[in-house]
């Protein structure tokens, strides 16, 4: 009796196709997984082929047909393993993942942006976003200076610099206020961001993971609300008063003099600092932050 065994065939097939595809791949520089997707179902048709030929050949009752498990085995991982990219690709996450892979870093120097602001502008608002590090700085003019650095996360040099040449933060005047934003992206890194303000202009600065303020000159009232961490460097002549409420006691610091009060509830205990430099006159007030360090030079 003549045993035929099915399977065998189909997989040695498949192994010498795919060989072949990934060397044509390297000598042409093509994808091997995209020719790969194209050709998958051509390892349907060979086991298919493959079964009706044995029971073609083995039509004789001295016959028997048998299955190479571990063979037919390997063709349903290869199928399935190929359905899988196949869906993946689809999705279009293999499209994320093959950019994640191959991608590089390239730092760029933003613009340098300069901004009048004329007597007709009540406040400036900056608007920070998450994880954001920002130095700002008073200055007695009357202009505007925002600068800082990305890095661009892309698969080539030629995407990154249109990236980095799309409005990454802008500054706006509406009405009264001006409004200076930064467009928050997942693939790139904004760093190095300093600004450098008018001090007789109230200010606002919203959200944030850090800020350092350079205060030189101060003559009007700011606000700094949810930045996680606030380092304040405080010229010796300055008339203004710094207020904040914390939820830690350590987390007020520096190598000023704070007065610190409890406030609140027994269940909710807060500590309020106050720090006044000269009379006092204009107002830094901090807000939902989680640690102030203040020091003054």
């Not at 060979?46 to 050949?57: F, H, S, T």
């Not at 994640?100 to 942006?113: F, H, T």
């Not at 600004?195 to 700011?222: A, C, H, Q, R, Y």
């Amino acid at each position: 009796m003549k045993n035929k065994r099915v399977g065998t065939i189909s997989m040695a097939i498949i192994l010498i196709a795919m060989g072949g595809i990934m060397f044509y791949s390297q000598i042409n520089q093509v994808s091997a997984i995209d020719i790969a997707f194209k050709l998958w179902p051509l390892s349907l048709i060979l086991l298919g082929i493959e079964i009706l030929w044995a029971k073609y050949k083995g039509t004789s009752e001295e016959s028997l047909i048998k299955y190479d498990i571990f063979s037919v085995f390997i063709v349903f991982v290869i199928l399935m393993v190929n359905i899988g990219m196949y869906g993946i690709t689809e999705t279009g996450i293999m499209k994320v993942i093959r950019s994640r892979i191959v991608e590089q870093s390239y730092n760029y120097e933003l613009p340098k942006e300069g901004f009048l602001v004329d007597k007709s502008v009540e406040k400036i608002i900056v608007e920070g976003f998450n994880n954001s590090n920002i130095e700002v700085r008073t200055s007695e003019g009357d202009k505007i200076f925002a600068r800082g650095s990305i890095i661009v996360n892309s698969d080539s040099e030629e995407n990154a610099k249109e990236i980095s040449d799309t409005d990454i933060f802008k500054i706006e005047k509406l009405d009264n206020v001006v409004y200076i934003k930064y467009r928050y992206g997942y693939d790139y890194t904004l760093t190095d961001i300093k600004l450098i303000l008018p001090s007789d202009v109230k200010v606002e600065i919203k959200g944030g993971n850090k800020l350092d303020l350079v205060v030189d000159t101060l003559d009007n009232n700011w606000i700094i609300d949810s930045v996680d961490r606030v380092k304040l460097r405080l010229d010796k002549d300055l008339d203004m008063m710094v207020s904040t409420i914390l939820s830690e006691e350590d987390n007020l610091s520096g190598n000023v003099k704070w007065t610190n009060d409890k406030v609140g509830t027994e269940e909710n205990q807060k500590y309020k600092g106050e720090l006044v430099l000269g009379e006092g006159k204009n107002k830094l007030n901090i807000l939902h932050a989680y640690e102030v360090i203040a020091d003054q030079i």
